[in-house]
T-cell receptor, first 109, second 114 residues
Framework: GQNIDQPTEMTATEGAIVQINCTYQ??????LFWYQQHAGEAPTFLSY??LDGLEEKGRFSSFLSRSKGYSYLLLKELQMKDSASYLC??????????WGAGTKLIIKP | DAEITQSPRHKITETGRQVTLACHQT?????MFWYRQDLGHGLRLIHY???????NKGEVSDGYSVSRSNTEDLPLTLESAASSQTSVYFC?????????????FGEGSRLTVL
């Protein structure tokens, strides 16, 4: 079956770095997405990886290892506004997204 | 600015009633999707459309239907609402053929079935 696993909740300190891991099993693979979702709001796109390696976008970076079925989202210089849920989604061979349940990130001052 | 809007944002209904959730996008996107989001679950795909007159079932389509008569709208209908359909519903759209691009989500419709 298809499955996306990510931690349910993480806590980090303002100004620090946090890494949110995601492991995936999909029928075929057409990329790995990360979305941010603030409480009560819509998800918004953060990143897309289809090749192995690290993609950096400002304070956020996303890494992919296709051989290990593994990705992580790295958030640097954490700000209070980064408190949100982070959704990992793998795209299967039919170009359908398989979503994880999300990681709720709590930032403490 | 282009946008995607859902209505109503909040709806309370009774078991057995028909409910329609509206989704309207001005991005001119061919691809439109309906998801439901429940605590402890990832987003689950209900129905999707790749263009006018095209509709497809997702993994949790039972009890739901959609129609696509124009590019802008994909209404979701619950034929006979059940308590198990209490959820937050998100509509999303993306550009045609650009499956690797981002999904643009509406703000969600919270449905409670009593």
């Amino acid at each position: 079956g298809q499955n996306i696993d990510q931690p349910t909740e993480m806590t980090a300190t303002e100004g620090a770095i946090v890494q949110i891991n995601c492991t995936y099993q999909t029928s075929g693979f057409n990329g790995l997405f990360w979305y941010q979702q603030h409480a009560g709001e819509a998800p918004t796109f953060l990143s897309y990886n289809v090749l192995d390696g690290l993609e950096e976008k400002g304070r956020f970076s996303s890494f992919l290892s296709r051989s290990k079925g593994y990705s992580y989202l790295l958030l640097k210089e954490l700000q209070m506004k980064d408190s949100a849920s982070y959704l990992c989604a793998g795209m299967d061979s039919n170009y359908q997204l398989i979503w994880g349940a999300g990681t709720k990130l709590i930032i403490k001052p | 600015d282009a946008e995607i809007t859902q209505s109503p944002r909040h709806k309370i209904t009774e078991t057995g009633r028909q409910v329609t959730l509206a989704c309207h996008q001005t991005w001119n996107h061919n691809n439109m999707f309906w998801y439901r989001q429940d605590l402890g679950h990832g987003l689950r795909l209900i129905h999707y459309s790749y263009g006018v007159q095209d509709t497809n079932k997702g993994e949790v389509s039972d009890g739901y239907s959609v129609s696509r008569s124009n590019t802008e709208d994909l209404p979701l209908t619950l034929e006979s609402a059940a308590s198990s359909q209490t959820s937050v519903y998100f509509c999303a759209s993306s550009t045609s053929g650009d499956f690797t691009g981002e999904l643009f989500f509406g703000e969600g419709s919270r449905l409670t079935v009593l």
